[in-house]
Structure formats: C-alpha cells, structure tokens
C-alpha cells in the first residue's frame, strides 16, 4: 500500500492560485491511475482531476476545466501536483490525493475506483 501526503493548501483570495503537491512513498509505474479529489464540508467526496501514469492523458472535472491541471514528475513518478488558477470560493474543500487502477483503459474520476489516499490539505478560497 503507498503513503501519500499532500501539501501546497492554505487561504487565497477569490482568482488568487495554489499549487498542490502530492508525495507518494514509492514509485508508481506506468498503467496507474493518480487523482485529486475534493470534500467540502456537508458534501460528498468529488474527483477533480486524474492522470494516467506513463502516458499523456488526464481528466478533469467540468467545473475546474481551463482552471486546473493535474501532472506527475515524470523523472520520478513520485511528485503529483495539481496547479489551481482563477481559484473561486466554491473550490473551498479539503483536497486529497489517490491512487487506483485504471477501468477499461481509462481512468475515472469516482472516489470509488481508488483506493489508498491521502490524509489531505485545506483549501480556503474568499471572496
């Protein structure tokens, strides 16, 4: 099972950015599925963005297109980032990263096809 730990969270004004960072305890190989994922308070769990390790294909949910981008460091395979532009106040939530395997060759962003998690980091956006 890898440990993960995320990090980069903290308060910005409303267009402000934060980049995230997630720091995995092992490499991850290619044929993986990495991804953000959100919970604010009272709500459920939501994907944000996923990449598919040792390719070029990521996926991002519709409310954060053209305002994040998920990426991995490809020298390492241990570095997940999530850069966050145009930061709203309703992209406050924690922020957690996973690991899971891919479905059918792609991956997904429901919180149920991953499985080891980190403990996550606050993101705080004012308007």
């Known amino acids: 099972q890898v440990q993960l730990a995320e990090s980069g969270g903290g308060s910005v004004q409303a267009g402000g950015s934060l980049r995230l960072s997630c720091a995995a305890s092992?490499?991850?190989?290619?044929?993986?599925?990495m991804g953000w994922f959100r919970q604010a308070p009272g709500k459920e769990r939501e994907g944000v963005a996923a990449i598919y390790t040792g390719t070029t294909y990521t996926y991002s949910a519709d409310s954060v297109k053209g305002r994040f981008t998920i990426s991995l460091d490809n020298a390492k395979n241990t570095v997940l980032w999530l850069q966050m532009n145009s930061l709203k106040p309703e992209d406050t939530a924690m922020y957690y990263c996973?690991?899971?395997?891919?479905?059918?060759?792609?991956?997904?962003?429901?919180?149920?096809?991953?499985?080891?998690w980190g403990r996550g980091t606050q993101v705080t956006v004012s308007s």
């Open positions: 996973a690991t899971g395997r891919t479905y059918g060759g792609h991956c997904g962003l429901a919180p149920s096809r991953y499985n080891d």
């Open positions: 092992e490499y991850i190989y290619s044929g993986k599925c």
